[in-house]
């Protein structure tokens, strides 16, 4: 079975700065991986995925996260934060392609980012 | 086009009651997914019902149980409710089985008292 780990409950960046929010899984082939935010008084909403392929994935809002097999992870980045992104952003991962079903997903228990001016 | 939708906002019981949250699909979408979120906890997969029928479901007792109506929306039943289950329910549809992608509601919080 697949887990996920997100290491930061809460992050602080000042407006303009750099993000980068961990993600780490366990799961013992190439897994399904994707991003999910939540921001205040909405559903979460898919910022994006990779399934194969070119491991940085470009997404929605500005964001990219990089698969890196060799450390686990899948990391979510961003050049420069808005006040906007303040919001809880979850890693989910499933298992591979053979296996796969929406239901499969494995969220971490997420990271909320707060923006300073 | 309206997003998925879920009510009640909020809902408070006590021990040993039952509580019914309800879902609305976004349209064209078949499948419907619940999910618990409790305090610090990830979301935990409840059930998954499609084109009628419950096709999955997570590792909860029997008394979490739903249904899907023709329409594809969906009802959520928690039985003899007790404190353990309070937390946010986040309904969720799709279009595709397989694609990850996965469109959520605001949620339902229960509180059990």
């Known amino acids: 079975a697949q887990s996920v780990t997100q290491p930061d409950i809460h992050i602080t960046v000042s407006e303009g700065a750099s993000l980068e929010l961990r993600c780490n899984y366990s799961?013992?082939?190439?897994?399904?991986l994707f991003w999910y935010v939540q921001s205040p008084g909405q559903g979460l909403q898919l910022l994006l995925k990779?399934?194969?392929?070119?491991?940085l994935v470009q997404g929605i809002k500005g964001f990219e996260a990089e698969f890196k097999r060799s450390q686990s992870s899948f990391n979510l980045r961003k050049p420069s934060v808005h006040w906007s992104d303040a919001a809880e952003y979850f890693c989910a991962v499933g298992p591979d392609i053979s296996n796969f079903g929406n239901e499969k997903l494995t969220f971490g228990t997420g990271t909320r980012l707060t923006i300073i001016p | 086009e309206a997003g998925v939708t879920q009510s009640p906002t909020h809902l408070i019981k006590t021990r040993g009651q039952q509580a019914t949250l309800r879902c609305s699909p976004i349209?064209?979408?078949?499948?419907v997914y619940w999910y618990q979120q409790a305090l610090g906890l990830g979301l935990q997969f409840l059930l998954w019902y499609d084109e009628g029928e419950e096709r999955n479901r997570g590792n909860f007792p029997p008394r979490f149980s739903g249904r899907q109506f023709p329409n594809y929306s969906s009802e959520l039943n928690v039985n003899a409710l007790e404190l353990e289950d309070s937390a946010l329910y986040l309904c969720a549809s799709s279009w595709d089985r397989g694609s990850g992608e996965l469109f959520f509601g605001e949620g339902s919080r229960l509180t059990v008292l």
């Open positions: 799961y013992g082939a190439t897994p399904y």
């Open positions: 349209s064209g979408h078949t499948s």
């Open positions: 990779y399934f194969s392929g070119d491991t």
